[in-house]
């Protein structure tokens, strides 16, 4: 990647249930899935989307502006974001987005961008591990009117306006050239999200909502009031920035429930017991008999 301009980064990430740890516990009587039960992580693909916005940073300068849509825990996500180097970070939260499906979510997060502005790269995870839609990147992207490399795994070449990308294809790869500002959505494959630098840490600790003023206050008791813990906050930068469906100018017919012309057709319910299991005979022949009904079962092919 050569040298280059300035590059403004707009990353775009979701806190999702921990899916890759479902177990019997988790899976409720009805078949659904409950999600308290699991850990909230940072969805993977989109640590994947912070890299490669940290690393054109680190190459041509520019800002990176992390962002996210969900309730006031996500704040966590937006933590481990400054830790790892981004510059500033936005939590969209608001009841009225709840029940988006993914045309709703990426109004809300088109809606985002433009408020910030000065922007030449919004970056996103090519999908999130709760939902596996692969949907909201390419939508965000067409709602800003701005063109889109999706299975971004490699930046070539940022020359001026232009940027040089190479796509992961499940028999290849293919390389892309367009103009700035355009969105891409990044791959597993596409480098090794770097770990929360210790000193961003130290630097950054405090960083948070106002709903999590209270506990601030408890572990800090030196802040008398939530008053002073927010003036403290918002002098040395480290108030986490929430906006609103108004805040963002929104409308209203075109986000949450009422934004979400997806309906659900039918819902396969899955239940995992502690009953359904079976004991494999530790020789060939044992293993043999499981493949083979594995493959009956068409579990696996």
């Given at each position: ?66 962002v996210t849509m969900g309730p006031p825990k996500a ?161 040395h930068d480290l108030k986490i920035p929430v906006w ?58």
């Amino acid at each position: 990647m050569t040298d280059s301009r300035p590059i403004n980064c707009v990353v775009l990430v979701k806190q999702v249930p921990d899916t890759h740890n479902v177990t019997g516990e988790v899976m409720s009587k009805d078949g659904t899935m409950n999600r308290g039960a699991l850990p909230a992580i940072f969805n993977p693909e989109d640590l994947n989307a912070l890299e490669m916005a940290l690393e054109i940073k680190e190459r041509t300068g520019g800002t990176v502006t992390v962002v996210t849509m969900g309730p006031p825990k996500a704040a966590n996500i937006l933590r481990d974001s400054l830790f790892r180097g981004a510059d500033k970070v936005v939590l969209l939260t608001d009841r009225k987005f709840a029940g988006a499906d993914t045309l709703a979510t990426s109004y809300v997060l088109k809606c985002a961008v433009e408020k910030l502005g000065n922007y030449d790269l919004v970056l996103a995870g090519r999908q999130a591990i709760d939902g596996d839609t692969a949907q909201v990147g390419p939508q965000t992207a067409e709602k800003l009117g701005i063109p889109q490399i999706t299975y971004a795994e490699q930046i070539i070449e940022i020359t001026g306006d232009k940027i040089t990308v190479q796509r992961a294809l499940d028999h290849g790869s293919e390389i892309v050239r367009c103009t700035f500002p355009c969105l891409l959505t990044v791959v597993n494959t596409a480098n090794t999200p770097r770990p929360a630098n210790v000193r961003r840490q130290m630097e950054r600790k405090l960083a948070a909502v106002p709903s999590e003023y209270a506990a601030i206050r408890t572990q800090w008791p030196d802040f008398e009031s939530d008053e002073a813990l927010d003036a403290y906050l918002t002098k040395h930068d480290l108030k986490i920035p929430v906006w609103s469906a108004e805040d963002i100018g929104a409308t209203e017919g075109s986000i949450g429930l009422a934004g979400s012309p997806t309906q659900v057709h039918k819902v396969n319910f899955v239940v995992l017991e502690s009953t359904e299991s079976k004991t494999i005979p530790a020789n060939a022949e044992g293993i043999a008999a499981m493949i083979a009904e594995l493959v009956h079962e068409y579990i696996v092919g």
